[in-house]
Nanobody, 120 residues
Framework: QVQLVESGGGWVQPGGSLRLSCAAS????????MSWYRQAPGKERELVAL????????NYADSVKGRFTISRDNARNTVYLQMNSLKPEDTAVYYC?????????????WGQGTQVTVSS
């Protein structure tokens, strides 16, 4: 029943923009920190951006700072990644992640990913 469904990926030219969305269902969204990861062919999965459950703090990979913005709308159970000034090296499958840490351990959910391709 737990689902994280990414959307908004596609093909853009260098310098273009995309807005990714991740719609969550099947669990209580608000206590979870939300993250975007990406994985390019032949490379390890890397953290792109994170937003805390409160929405009060965010973290970004150095490679995307100033270009990407993560946000969340708890009323809509949705997290977003606004990607501007896209570069070919941003090409990857982008995954949505939800995580909550408690005294009994961590709970983590993953979406299936959405492809982002940046090329001329």
């Amino acid at each position: 029943q737990v689902q994280l469904v990414e959307s908004g990926g596609g093909w853009v030219q260098p310098g273009g923009s995309l807005r990714l969305s991740c719609a969550a269902s099947g669990f209580t969204f608000s206590p979870y920190a939300m993250s975007w990861y990406r994985q390019a062919p032949g490379k390890e999965r890397e953290l792109v951006a994170l937003i805390r459950s409160s929405g009060g703090s965010t973290n970004y990979a150095d490679s995307v700072k100033g270009r990407f913005t993560i946000s969340r709308d708890n009323a809509r159970n949705t997290v977003y990644l606004q990607m501007n000034s896209l570069k070919p090296e941003d090409t990857a499958v982008y995954y949505c992640n939800a995580v909550r840490t408690s005294v009994i351990g961590s709970t983590s959910y993953w979406g299936q990913g959405t492809q982002v391709t940046v090329s001329s």
